[in-house]
């Protein structure tokens, strides 16, 4: 435990150092070390793979989900996926350094913004490779060191692509412990990431909820967390019918597994008989089990009977929940009560109604006419994701680049003093 | 100790209902608020120096120190000022609401960002009676709700305070749980205020650094804190003499007991002869005491000694910290290492130098050719200060009404699926 304690210190300090040449590091020297970096991982192809087999072999024997394994699982498609997003990354704008809102004041002086990095990230996530790949490119072109703890039934895979991290920095002549995976699978690691406060700003955790919700609970560093996705969609009594059965069946069937898709359709009661039973064939031959009340089971006899819990569970399956409400006022209140601020979607040709559930629902992602499953950092064009935050202080919704940035305060004057 | 777990309970989830209604509050509510609670003040100044005399007479009895008392005295002067700012805030645009880069993406939907309030804001302060007004206003026009803990020794005036807010939310017909002020004196109320995840969105602790040190190791809730001002000017080697000596001085004097006053001066070596004689006759003159090593010394024989210790000072006093450094290069590594990121400024005619100081120092302003003094948020332009923020994430140096936002994503669709 004291060694762990230790090793920790020793990583947060060379981070901590690092942190502050890759602040200064120019647009240039960031995207060599991410090109070179991608270039090293389909180079090592093949030792990437001899790596990834033993964490995949031991994940077998430990007796690990299929599921589970399949993330767990580096072949030549996924590999040359980490390799393209690196490259995706730094064809991205470097949004350090940048100047904004530079203003003068009556005083004479000039007073903007500049977007500096956070200084040390520490990203804790389950056994995804991929992840360490993609979390160390967002880190390096934003400036940051990171400290990266994925899960240890990926260790072999996670050292051998941050050794290629490590020679991508190197050919850029940066600073090697820009990129630290940490060595030890010990969960007391865990607990000294959340905990160093001098040398860590910031910590993303990216996993299931109890992970999120435990470190959270213990973190003595700011997190940037993401909880429950309990998305809903609320068809109006003013909908066009046609976008919404297209918008609904979207929301839930396009991708079940995902923060971002619906889990509690939310219907108005006016056009409840015109629509449900139209929709609820859809899900139905898609094989999406139903669950409501007696009012929604009379237009539509398959469903399943629905009890309080279902109103706040986030499926991540082919499991809808539905709701018949009286109208706007209702959906919001609903919403309000049961919804996890993630992503909500009203669909209405009615503006009041529209502009209402903009400004009157408090999620991260609050969408008109759109499915929930927009609700990602690629789709909003930020160009790259740590994560969707369900937050409200520093970052809320997706994360990008910009998330693990932050301002600082210029002030350009000629000589003035304050009177 | 549970009556006070109960107490703080009911008023945060007080607060957290009436947050709801804040958020939602037009702009002209909230500005009728702002301007009744100023009249009631106005008018009730009778009955708010009569509380007040209460609370002075107590501090007195128990010994308070002069300053403290002098902090805590409401007068005709003060209880004016008080209202004014409640003005001034109502005449602050209203950030809430706000929509800003709202953009097309290939798919069709516009993606944009809308300002939102934070929610529910714990402030915690000393016995400075002005900050219950102060912050209540910038709590009202920010659409959040608040819960006030100020000193003990101010509860009498907070009280009475608190009851024109009060009153000001009811002419507006906003809830009157929008700012509420804690009853209880007993310090373990801080102890559920900073903790009280479910009802408290973020912690603004005002005060001495040693308070604001214990609130952020204890709290759960986020913190936007402000811990020292160990502010820095740098006289370069290419400095306009004139224009140093000047904000030199300003940085020093102007004022002592404040944050953004400097408390170490850095001077090029080659300039040192030239400058520091007669910019330490300035101080001198005005009673500074200053400090310094054998070198510092040699040019003024008037310096004391200088420990180790006087670096990482922020006295808040006529004391000042001298030391001579070899360049630019020294200087920024003297900040990183002795600094706290608060405010620094550079001389300096050479256009090279200023860019580099402005990028590599990390503190929360830096500022080129300005007295540090200007670090404040009426200054910036920002119509008002809840503080000023020494950390990186969300908030960053003086912290208006924006800081006590946040931005959620909007999307508008026109009936938009995912492929």
Redesign the interface.
């Given at each position: 435990m004291q060694n762990i304690k230790e090793y920790m210190k020793a990583v947060g300090q060379a981070a901590r150092a690092a942190s502050?040449h890759m602040?200064?590091a120019d647009t240039a020297a960031k995207n060599l070390a991410l090109n070179a970096t991608a270039e090293f991982i389909r180079k090592r192809k093949a030792l990437l793979i001899a790596e990834n087999a033993k964490d995949v072999e031991a994940a077998k024997a430990n007796g690990l989900d299929a599921a589970s394994i399949d993330r767990l699982t580096l072949n030549d498609k996924t590999i040359h996926s980490m390799a393209d997003g690196l490259e995706q990354i730094a064809q991205l704008p470097d949004p350090i350094?940048e100047i904004s809102e530079l203003?003068y004041?009556p005083?004479g002086?000039q007073?903007g913004k500049?977007r500096?990095p956070?200084?040390v990230i520490g990203i804790i996530y389950e056994s995804r490779p991929n992840v360490t790949a993609d979390a160390a490119g967002l880190c390096i072109k934003s400036g940051n060191a990171c400290i990266l703890r994925g899960g240890s039934e990926a260790i072999y895979s996670n050292r051998a692509i941050a050794e290629c991290v490590q020679q991508g920095l190197k050919a850029a002549d940066l600073p090697a412990a820009a990129v630290q995976v940490v060595n030890i699978t010990d969960r007391a690691a865990v607990g000294e990431l959340i905990t160093m406060k001098e040398y860590v700003?910031?910590i993303v955790p990216r996993g299931g909820k109890s992970l999120i919700a435990r470190i959270s609970e213990e973190a003595?560093v700011?997190v940037i967390k993401h909880l429950d996705g309990v998305c809903h969609v609320y068809i109006d009594d003013e909908a066009?019918l046609?976008?919404a059965i297209?918008?609904a069946?979207?929301?839930k069937t396009?991708r079940y597994g995902v923060c971002n898709a619906m889990e509690t359709l939310l219907v108005a009661q006016s056009v409840a008989a015109d629509v449900l039973p139209r929709l609820c064939a859809i899900y139905l031959n898609k094989g999406v089990e139903l669950r409501g009340d007696e009012s929604e089971r009379a237009l539509v006899p398959q469903m399943k009977i629905a009890t309080e819990e279902d109103w706040y569970t986030e499926y991540l399956a082919p499991i809808l929940a539905v709701r018949i409400v009286a109208g706007l006022d209702e959906a919001i209140e609903h919403i309000?009560t049961y919804g996890s601020q993630h992503t909500d979607?009203i669909v209405t040709e009615n503006y009041t109604k529209a502009m209402r559930f903009?400004?009157?629902v408090?999620?991260?992602?609050?969408?008109?006419?759109?499915?929930t499953?927009?609700?990602d950092g690629f789709?909003?064009?930020l160009g790259a994701e740590i994560g969707i935050s369900t937050d409200?202080?520093?970052a809320?919704?997706?994360v990008g680049l910009e998330g693990l940035t932050?301002?600082?305060?210029?002030?350009?004057?000629?000589?003035?003093?304050?009177n």
């Open positions: 502050r602040a200064l350094g203003k004041r005083t002086i007073v500049m500096v956070l200084g700003d910031v003595k700011p066009d046609d976008k297209r918008i069946d979207n929301a396009q309000a979607s903009l400004r009157e408090d999620s991260s992602s609050v969408m008109v006419n759109a499915s499953r927009f609700a789709e909003y064009g409200k202080i520093h809320r919704g997706p932050s301002q600082k305060y210029i002030v350009l004057g000629s000589g003035q003093v304050r």
